[in-house]
């Protein structure tokens, strides 16, 4: 499973940074995070995952070549070719969980793709166009809730534990991810299923290569 995090780690840095300055921007989130405890630092990361992972879908409906990308990239991550469903396509709904392993932290945002497939198409004046806000459901957990749920297949699919709070906030603030040192440090654990650690490295490498941002060091 540990061969997933030179894929995982930087790219999904790359995108809760991303998510992060465009939050920012849109006035949802401060603008200074490394004093957030617990559960403020929940609510940033659960807006900026969501704007992250969304974020080439945007204002797709109202460009052309803004649609086409988005329509390129959403092909690419999210649909799956299956005969056996009606219409002969589903959609990739991996669910994530991230927590940290310190009790008391009360960080917790559960991460989900394509939650609702019914809403991930509106239509519009000029056609049907993708919903950008229904590619990524992030909720905010307490402690009880994510204890329920982080060992039911049912619920999550890959838990990402970091060591504490601080973890998670060096991790924003680095301009580049030591994936061995994180190992080594024991400041990050997943557990869950390994297909799903590869799958969401890669989107979050997709976005990285379709914004021709920087590579993760």
């Given at each position: 499973?540990?061969?997933?995090?030179?894929?995982?780690?930087?790219?999904?840095?790359?995108?809760?940074?991303?998510?992060?300055?465009?939050?920012?921007?849109?006035?949802?989130l401060p603008a200074v995070l490394?004093?957030?405890?617990?559960?403020?630092?929940?609510?940033?990361?659960?807006?900026?995952?969501?704007?992250?992972?969304?974020?080439?879908?945007?204002?797709?409906?109202?460009?052309?070549?803004?649609?086409?990308?988005?329509?390129a990239f959403f092909e690419e991550?999210?649909?799956?070719?299956?005969?056996?469903?009606?219409?002969?396509?589903?959609?990739?709904?991996?669910?994530?969980?991230?927590?940290?392993?310190?009790?008391?932290?009360?960080?917790?945002?559960?991460?989900?793709?394509?939650?609702?497939?019914?809403?991930?198409?509106?239509?519009t004046p000029f056609g049907q166009?993708?919903?950008?806000?229904?590619?990524?459901?992030?909720?905010?957990?307490?402690?009880?809730?994510?204890?329920?749920?982080?060992?039911?297949?049912?619920?999550?699919?890959?838990?990402?534990?970091?060591?504490?709070?601080?973890?998670?906030?060096?991790?924003?603030?680095?301009?580049?991810?030591?994936?061995?040192?994180?190992?080594?440090?024991?400041?990050?654990?997943?557990?869950?299923?390994?297909?799903?650690?590869?799958?969401?490295?890669?989107?979050?490498?997709?976005?990285?290569?379709?914004?021709?941002?920087?590579?993760?060091?």
């Amino acid at each position: 499973m540990h061969a997933g995090f030179p894929c995982l780690l930087p790219n999904l840095q790359k995108t809760l940074q991303l998510g992060a300055k465009a939050a920012i921007q849109a006035g949802e989130l401060p603008a200074v995070l490394d004093q957030a405890q617990g559960r403020l630092l929940a609510g940033g990361m659960a807006v900026a995952l969501r704007l992250g992972f969304g974020y080439l879908l945007r204002d797709c409906h109202l460009d052309a070549a803004q649609a086409a990308k988005a329509n390129a990239f959403f092909e690419e991550n999210f649909v799956i070719v299956d005969p056996m469903v009606p219409g002969g396509k589903r959609y990739y709904q991996g669910r994530f969980l991230i927590r940290t392993s310190r009790r008391g932290d009360d960080m917790n945002v559960l991460l989900r793709f394509c939650p609702n497939p019914e809403a991930l198409y509106i239509e519009t004046p000029f056609g049907q166009s993708l919903n950008s806000l229904a590619l990524v459901d992030t909720q905010v957990l307490d402690e009880n809730q994510a204890d329920q749920i982080e060992n039911d297949p049912s619920k999550v699919d890959l838990v990402v534990r970091f060591k504490d709070v601080q973890a998670i906030v060096g991790l924003l603030g680095r301009s580049g991810v030591d994936v061995v040192g994180l190992l080594l440090e024991n400041l990050v654990q997943l557990t869950g299923h390994v297909g799903h650690l590869f799958k969401l490295g890669a989107i979050a490498t997709d976005i990285q290569l379709s914004l021709d941002l920087p590579k993760a060091a």
